[in-house]
T-cell receptor, first 113, second 115 residues
Framework: KAGVTQTPRYLIKTRGQQVTLSCSPISGHRSVSWYQQTPGQGLQFLFEYFSETQRNKGNFPGRFSGRQFSNSRSEMNVSTLELGDSALYLC????????????FGQGTRLTVV | QQQVKQSPQSLIVQKGGISIINCAYENTAFDYFPWYQQFPGKGPALLIAIRPDVSEKKEGRFTISFNKSAKQFSLHIMDSQPGDSATYFCAASVNGGTSYGKLTFGQGTILTVHP
């Protein structure tokens, strides 16, 4: 059974640009959550999608957005990048969302210069 | 109230020893408590999880102890091996309401097992 796939693995962007990250969940999983991981703040919840609907959103500015497609694949977008957006972005897939087993991808390492 | 506090920040154990990592929470609505292991350059991997209706769960060398009244839970790694050297995260979630899909993580513990 394939795991959670995130693409790309690494990205370098310039301040002010925008970026789109992709996540393919485990087959059959309908919930995809996104997290930002930094050394200072740890793992912080961005948002969760289930069956193409955003059910929950963390405390991040509106520059961070996401969507989910009918095949459960998800994308997150960050517009007007800032240096502080440099982080490891992780997605997690689960059958129903938090409260059930969540499996993480390897992440996308975003560096903003 | 949404925080999960994890300790210690770092831990050094000799091979064969017991590693113990502790977490405490405030939100009594939390009803699912997983532990994750993360190696450098990798995403967190689910190790073991517990729900508040049991006080202990064991899977191989990994055991979660859960104390509902104290709002604390801990991970015990028996017979620690150098390959266990990684960062460990506790987490908690509420199943439903406005908390869909959200895991609240502790700050992590860097475990080093010396051979």
């Amino acid at each position: 059974k394939a795991g959670v796939t995130q693409t790309p693995r690494y990205l370098i962007k310039t301040r002010g640009q925008q970026v789109t990250l992709s996540c393919s969940p485990i087959s059959g999983h309908r919930s995809v959550s996104w997290y930002q991981q930094t050394p200072g703040q740890g793992l912080q919840f961005l948002f969760e999608y289930f069956s193409e609907t955003q059910r929950n959103k963390g405390n991040f500015p509106g520059r961070f957005s996401g969507r989910q497609f009918s095949n459960s694949r998800s994308e997150m977008n960050v517009s007007t990048l800032e240096l502080g957006d440099s982080a490891l972005y992780l997605c997690a897939s689960s059958l129903q969302g938090a409260g059930t087993e969540a499996f993480f991808g390897q992440g996308t390492r975003l560096t903003v210069v | 109230q949404q925080q999960v506090k994890q300790s210690p920040q770092s831990l050094i154990v000799q091979k064969g020893g017991i590693s113990i990592i502790n977490c405490a929470y405030e939100n009594t609505a939390f009803d699912y408590f997983p532990w994750y292991q993360q190696f450098p350059g990798k995403g967190p991997a689910l190790l073991i999880a517990i729900r508040p209706d049991v006080s202990e769960k064991k899977e191989g060398r990994f055991t979660i102890s859960f104390n509902k009244s104290a709002k604390q839970f801990s991970l015990h790694i028996m017979d620690s091996q150098p390959g266990d050297s990684a960062t460990y995260f506790c987490a908690a979630s509420v199943n439903g309401g406005t908390s869909y899909g959200k895991l609240t993580f502790g700050q992590g513990t860097i475990l080093t097992v010396h051979p």
